[in-house]
Every structure is written in C-alpha cells, then in structure tokens.
C-alpha cells in the first residue's frame, strides 16, 4: 500500500516568514492532492498536482511535484495568521470505478504574530 | 459555491446503538465517499459509491457497516452497533467524475461512543 509521509510535523513560524513542507510517497504518485485542516473540522482542497515537475500557486501559496513524481512540496511566502492548520497531502488511487486518497500524517502550522 | 454538508455536527451514542449519519453531497457529483479520523491519527478512507453501488471498501468498512444513497441528495452512513473504537470524525466527500477530479469534503460528524 502506498505510504506518505510529510515533514516536519509540526511547524512554527512568524508572521511574514516564508516556510515549506514536504511529503514523500513510497510510490509513484498518480495524483497529489493538498488539502488543509482547521481543528476539528473538514478538509478544505488547496491544489492538486499530476505531472512530473509540475507547479501551482493560488494566492502565497505553491505545490510543486517533482519529475519523478514521488515528492512534492507546499510553500507558502509570507506567512499570516489565516495560514495557521493542519496541512494534509494525499495521494489519488484510481481503482474500479471511483478514485480514493490516502493521506499523510499531516503538518501542523501555527504562526506566531 | 456549493458545498457538502454533513448531520449532525457531534453525535454521541451508547455501545451498541446503531447510528446514522448524513451527507448531502455537491448536487452534480456522481462519486461519493466516506473516510474517518480518528483523534490524532490520520485521515482514513472507508468506502467509496458511484450508480448506487459501493465501488470499494477498506478493511475497516465490515460487516457494521453500510451505505445507502434513499433519494437524490443524500448519503448516508449506518453503524449497526457501535463500538468504543469507532469514535472517530466521519467525513463525506464527493466528486463530479471518476480519476483525478478533486474530492470535496463536508465538515465532518464527531461520532463519540460511550
């Protein structure tokens, strides 16, 4: 089965400081997908990322996929309050007839004013 | 925008009793899906539904456990008889088409078994 790991698992920064987190799959990604995670509620999608050396950005924040397609990274430039979660990957498996993810273990991000 | 939404927020049941809870998912998605997490462990995935039939099943979808889509806009997830372990927060998800369309989640339903 496929296995993620992201890294660090937990994060701290200050306001206005730039930060990346990683996640490495045991297994050629299909399809990554970047969601994050308020305390105790759903998942909000952030990106979603296919080919080898792909890169997405969506406000300050940007996913990149490598050419080998097991790694991807998340940045965020200048970092603000309303960054503060629980960012998840996880991986897209296509089986029968509907697709299902996999996620990591998740980073938590807090920022400090 | 549109958005699933998820009955109730927090539900909290004895062992043993059968709970029910509810998706709406987003009104065009043919793809729905329930996952669970539990307190600090990650997102698990449990079953997946397309055309009224389960599409596929983790090892922890057993025999407790069952889907029901009982009219056009809702989802629904049953646990016959709960167990200690399956409190959990329960998410629905749901997406437009099969392969690599994002999944959308609603909010979640904090199951708690006393």
């Known amino acids: 089965s496929q296995e993620l790991e992201q890294s660090p698992q937990s994060l701290i920064v200050q306001e206005g400081k730039n930060l990346t987190i990683n996640c490495t799959s045991s297994?050629?990604?299909?399809?990554l997908y970047w969601y994050k995670q308020k305390y105790g509620e759903g998942l909000i999608f952030l990106m979603m990322?296919?080919?080898?050396?792909e890169e997405k950005s969506h406000e300050k924040i940007t996913a990149k996929l490598d050419e080998k397609k097991q790694q991807s990274s998340l940045h965020i430039t200048a970092s603000q309050p309303s960054h503060a979660g629980i960012y998840l990957c996880?991986?897209?498996?296509?089986?029968?007839?509907?697709?299902?993810?996999?996620f990591g273990t998740g980073t938590r991000l807090q920022v400090t004013l | 925008e549109p958005e699933v939404t998820q009955t109730p927020s927090h539900q909290v049941t004895q062992m043993g009793q059968e709970v029910i809870l509810r998706c709406v998912p987003i009104?065009?998605?043919?793809?729905f899906y329930w996952y669970r997490q539990i307190l600090g462990q990650k997102v698990e995935f449990l079953v997946s539904?397309?055309?009224?039939?389960?599409?596929?099943k983790s090892e922890i979808f057993d025999d407790q456990f069952s889907v029901e889509r009982p009219d056009g806009s809702n989802f629904t997830l049953k646990i016959r008889s709960t167990k200690l372990e399956d409190s959990a927060m329960y998410f629905c998800?749901?997406?437009?088409?099969?392969?690599?369309?994002?999944?959308?989640f609603g909010p979640g339903t904090r199951l708690t078994v006393l």
């Open positions: 990322l296919q080919k080898g050396g």
């Open positions: 009104s065009n998605h043919l793809y």
């Open positions: 539904f397309y055309n009224n039939e389960i599409s596929e």
């Open positions: 297994k050629t990604l299909y399809g």
């Open positions: 996880g991986a897209g498996h296509l089986s029968g007839t509907a697709s299902k993810l996999t």
């Open positions: 998800a749901s997406s437009p088409k099969w392969g690599e369309d994002t999944q959308y």
